[in-house]
């Protein structure tokens, strides 16, 4: 079992940051790697971001060069800060945490990112 809860959504104006956190608890010891994936009202969730467990990340080309990708092996937590942010980067947030054993996925409830003026 892994639970994962994420934090850190909010409102930001445009060119503005914001830093989303999640938490895993539960058996880490099945988890191959983790990422945040979003989903805007009307499309498709896509990949934003990625981190195995060896520490090698992997970007959207949307989101390339504005956000990056980090993790806490000590807090057990993975992270994402946002800068630059764009209105077409408001959606869903969603963390996820891959199986080793089945590639599998958990997945966290979400947190809500909004850019506007």
């Known amino acids: 079992q892994v639970q994962l809860v994420e934090s850190g959504g909010g409102l930001v104006q445009p060119g503005g940051s914001l830093r989303l956190s999640c938490a895993a608890s539960g058996n880490i010891f099945s988890i191959n790697g983790m990422g945040w994936y979003r989903q805007a009202p009307g499309k498709q969730r896509e990949l934003v971001a990625t981190?195995?467990?060896?520490?090698?990340?992997r970007y959207a080309d949307s989101v390339k060069g504005r956000f990056t990708i980090s993790r806490d092996t000590v807090k057990d937590t993975v992270y994402l800060q946002m800068s630059s942010l764009k209105p077409e980067d408001t959606a869903v947030y969603y963390c996820?945490?891959?199986?080793?054993?089945?590639?599998?996925?958990?997945w966290g409830l979400g947190t809500q990112v909004t850019v506007s003026s």
């Open positions: 996820c945490a891959q199986k080793i054993s089945t590639g599998a996925y958990y």
């Open positions: 981190i195995t467990r060896a520490g090698t990340t």
